[in-house]
């Protein structure tokens, strides 16, 4: 059965449904949003996380804002839209999927206005659904095309190491970094992944651990301090993550520990792979030191769940997130094809 990890049920007065993944492995259970403040919520805690996954979620956020409008002018509907976009804007501040979702939302909802002013606010419902809809079929696409350009790059009787979450639970669909493995797998190849368990929130450990056992992939779970000496002792073939956001020089900012994934795979001659969709690139922005990292509370890492591990008060440093640079990345697989060696030209050459 195919992971859904988010779903819009019923019609414009529907509701949108996420499998919460705070509580994941032990329950998958659906957690409703019926506003977009319930929404924010569900973003900033990590009940729905993974850059394309928030995108999607965001989008069907607009929809969210106008669900229970029966009246009213298009103009006040255009203004509850506006508003419910920038405050799920302030969510999250890495993953650029979130911004590039609302941004369309926002375009599609002044275009319904704009070419149709006479409408009424269920035709402008409609719009907006129809585009959150695209958006999400959209985002299964890409996946699908990720997996399809990266399956070969997954060795034979061999190893992989991932990161973080990049499968199906950060989309929605397949995932990106999961999604060559996914297809690799289905056309007879014989592989494990390592899994970081990714240290603080152990999206790695909970999450990805949980696919790939469901798809009955050979998964193994490390500790993230165990990369260094399982790449030594020479048993990984290839590194494949995900990503937030990539400039458009390639440097790519992702889960907190890319970096030193691919340090040590330039040290140990290892393959270094990112998988992402097009709308996880920002080209307005040259490189990443320009990418906004999110900073999260000291309590994911002074406690391990509900239990204190550090002294309280203990003064802590938490970015969600670090930047790779390009020159340390052998590719980024997109749905639109592999980049090589990623720089400025490659990437506007292949996304066009
Ligand atoms: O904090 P998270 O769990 O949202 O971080 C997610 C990641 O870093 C993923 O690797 C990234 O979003 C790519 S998901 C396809």
């Known amino acids: 059965m195919p992971i859904e990890t988010l779903r819009w049920t019923g019609e414009t007065d529907g509701r949108l449904e996420l499998i919460d993944q705070r509580?994941?492995?032990?329950?998958?259970?659906?957690?409703?949003?019926?506003?977009?403040?319930?929404?924010?919520?569900?973003?900033?805690?990590?009940?729905?996380?993974?850059?394309?996954?928030?995108?999607?979620?965001?989008?069907?956020?607009?929809?969210?804002?106008?669900?229970?409008?029966?009246?009213?002018?298009?103009?006040?509907?255009?203004?509850?839209?506006?508003?419910?976009?920038?405050?799920?804007?302030?969510?999250?501040p890495t993953a650029v999927n979130l911004f590039w979702a609302l941004e369309r939302m926002k375009k599609t909802a002044e275009s319904v206005v704009a070419d149709n002013p006479g409408c009424s606010v269920d035709v402008f419902k409609q719009?907006?659904?129809?585009?959150?809809?695209?958006?999400?079929?959209?985002?299964?696409?890409?996946?699908?095309?990720?997996?399809?350009?990266?399956?070969?790059?997954?060795?034979?009787?061999?190893?992989?190491?991932?990161?973080?979450?990049?499968?199906?639970?950060?989309?929605?669909?397949?995932?990106?970094?999961?999604?060559?493995?996914?297809?690799?797998?289905?056309?007879?190849?014989?592989?494990?992944?390592?899994?970081?368990?990714?240290?603080?929130?152990?999206?790695?450990?909970?999450?990805?651990?949980?696919?790939?056992?469901?798809?009955?992939?050979?998964?193994?779970?490390?500790?993230?301090?165990?990369?260094?000496?399982?790449?030594?002792?020479?048993?990984?073939?290839?590194?494949?993550?995900?990503a937030d956001r990539i400039a458009a020089n390639g440097d790519t900012a992702n889960k907190i520990g890319t970096l030193g994934l691919s340090i040590l795979a330039k040290h140990y001659g290892i393959p270094f792979y990112i998988a992402a969709p097009s709308s996880t690139f920002d080209l307005t922005i040259e490189n990443g030191s320009q990418i906004p990292i999110e900073q999260r509370n000291a309590d994911e890492v002074s406690a391990f769940g509900l239990r204190q591990t550090a002294p309280e008060n203990m003064n802590v440093y938490n970015p969600a997130f670090d930047v790779t640079p390009a020159e340390n990345i052998t590719a980024i697989i997109t749905e639109k094809g592999a980049i090589d060696r990623p720089d400025r030209k490659k990437i506007c050459s292949v996304l066009g």
Not at 68 to 79: F, M, Y
Request: proline share 4%.
């Open 23 to 92: 509580l994941l492995p032990g329950r998958c259970e659906y957690l409703p949003c019926e506003t977009p403040q319930q929404l924010f919520e569900a973003i900033v805690t990590l009940a729905v996380r993974g850059a394309p996954a928030i995108g999607v979620a965001a989008a069907y956020g607009a929809c969210l804002a106008v669900r229970s409008l029966t009246g009213g002018t298009l103009t006040e509907a255009l203004e509850t839209v506006r508003a419910a976009c920038d405050d799920l804007a302030a969510s999250r």
């Open 127 to 242: 719009a907006l659904l129809d585009e959150a809809h695209a958006i999400c079929t959209e985002d299964k696409a890409m996946c699908d095309a990720i997996g399809r350009n990266g399956m070969d790059l997954i060795p034979d009787s061999g190893a992989v190491l991932t990161h973080c979450n990049a499968g199906a639970l950060a989309t929605a669909g397949i995932g990106t970094a999961l999604a060559p493995m996914y297809l690799a797998h289905k056309n007879g190849k014989r592989f494990r992944v390592y899994v970081d368990e990714t240290r603080p929130l152990l999206q790695g450990a909970r999450l990805t651990a949980w696919e790939l056992i469901q798809a009955g992939i050979e998964a193994v779970l490390i500790c993230d301090n165990m990369a260094a000496s399982l790449m030594q002792a020479g048993k990984v073939n290839a590194i494949m993550t995900g």
